[in-house]
């Protein structure tokens, strides 16, 4: 009544006051992500970066060279602050295997260089305007160096991964937001992942790929699954151990009785018992192996084939199938033998001197066999070759 709280009243304030705070902390906890999934991330982004380096050397023709990424949380507003504008937006979406996308950031320089290198410059034509024509060029690259890198992505998850065409928009970080495109990255945290690049001397720049939360848990959770899958498999099956056999119960012997011995067993030494006097010893029966058993070895013996073979009607019934192959034919003047310094020395003019005398026939070749002689003459415009003889 006289404004004064009562102590019961200030712990019910604590305690509504601690629960609330507790809730707000355990609502932020749930975006973040742990440890081991940052280092899997960064693994998955290592393997796929490398892969995509690999496709761009292809493209470009320079060395490419991507460090090792560094995984961090981020805001939208960082992206703005830190990032040159413009820049490029390349959205990649997954349609197999994964359910999500991700966005990857290229300075708008850095697009000017790769696609001038793509379209056969020397990557130093980035005066022009960025425009339709260099955006329809980087999507290109990157649909190739991200299918690549979803290649894999597939080995690594052990199912098959596949992404939509690429799309890339030059944006500004300020005034050029499509909210649908980006909705996803405009609200909450996200992981962000930098790589520096390098494209021989003329690019030294650093990309960025950035991932929903969800999706990048998704990969996670697929990596564990197939590495627990994997356990399974290499895991042999664990046998029960074999239970020792139980010892025969050992007869009394009676007094008066002879003394029967047990067959003695291959390998086990030979346990001798104390004899009673007046008993009789049994000789133990001796274990003899089986006989083997002549093996009937016999030579072996092959069909004949039939003396009515004709191989003049066969080679007359068959040759129709082969008679339309073409055969190279070619006619050889004459040939020599020339040192390295002498070819060297050819020149307009030269005189090469071969092994074939004025007069003597020329060679007839076909598909390199030497088949017939014949004499170079004229018909009309052209060369031709008369065969003179053919041989056998």
């Known amino acids: 009544m006289d404004g004064v709280l009562s102590q019961e009243e200030i712990t019910a304030l604590l305690q509504n006051g601690g629960d609330a705070a507790g809730a707000e902390t355990a609502a932020s906890g749930a975006e973040q992500i742990t440890a081991d999934e940052c280092d899997t991330i960064g693994e998955i982004a290592n393997i796929s970066m490398g892969t995509a380096a690999t496709t761009l050397f292809s493209l470009v023709n320079h060395k490419v060279d991507i460090s090792t990424p560094v995984v961090s949380m981020a805001k939208w507003d960082d992206i703005v602050s830190q990032y040159e504008r413009p820049c490029v937006f390349i959205r990649i979406a997954y349609t197999v295997g994964l359910d999500g996308s991700n966005l990857l950031v290229l300075k708008e320089q850095d697009v000017k260089v790769i696609t001038d290198l793509m379209m056969g410059g020397d990557g130093t034509n980035t005066e022009v305007e960025l425009g339709e024509l260099h955006l329809s060029a980087i999507s290109e690259a990157m649909n190739q160096m991200m299918g690549s890198a979803a290649t894999s992505l597939s080995s690594m998850l052990d199912k098959t991964i596949d992404i939509s065409p690429p799309e890339a928009n030059l944006i500004d970080l300020t005034d050029s937001l499509d909210e649908k495109e980006i909705d996803e990255f ?6 962000k992942i930098s790589f520096k690049m390098e494209i021989g001397d003329l690019v030294d720049s650093t990309i960025m790929q950035l991932y929903p939360i969800s999706f990048a848990r998704e990969m996670c959770e697929s990596i564990k699954s197939n590495m627990s899958k994997d356990l399974e498999e290499a895991t042999p099956p664990q046998q029960a151990a074999p239970q020792p056999a139980a010892a025969p119960p050992q007869q009394p012997m009676m007094q008066g009785q002879p003394m029967m011995q047990q067959p003695m067993m291959q390998g086990q030494p030979m346990m001798q018992q104390p004899m009673m006097q007046g008993q009789p010893m049994m000789q133990q029966p001796m ?29 007359k019934e068959n040759i129709d199938l082969i008679m339309d192959v073409p055969l190279e034919v070619t006619v050889e003047l004459g040939r020599t033998t020339k040192s390295i310094q002498e070819i060297l020395d050819f020149a307009p003019g030269t005189i090469i001197e071969l092994d074939k005398i004025a007069g003597e026939p020329i060679d007839i070749l076909v598909n390199g066999k030497y088949v017939a002689k014949g004499e170079v003459v004229v018909i009309e415009e052209s060369f031709g070759v008369r065969i003179t003889e053919i041989i056998k």
């Open 186 to 191: 405009l609200t909450g945290d996200f992981i």
């Open 287 to 315: 274990y003899q192996q089986p006989m083997m058993q002549p093996i009937n070895v016999q030579q072996a013996q092959f069909q004949s084939f039939s003396g009515d073979f004709n191989s003049e009607i066969f080679a």
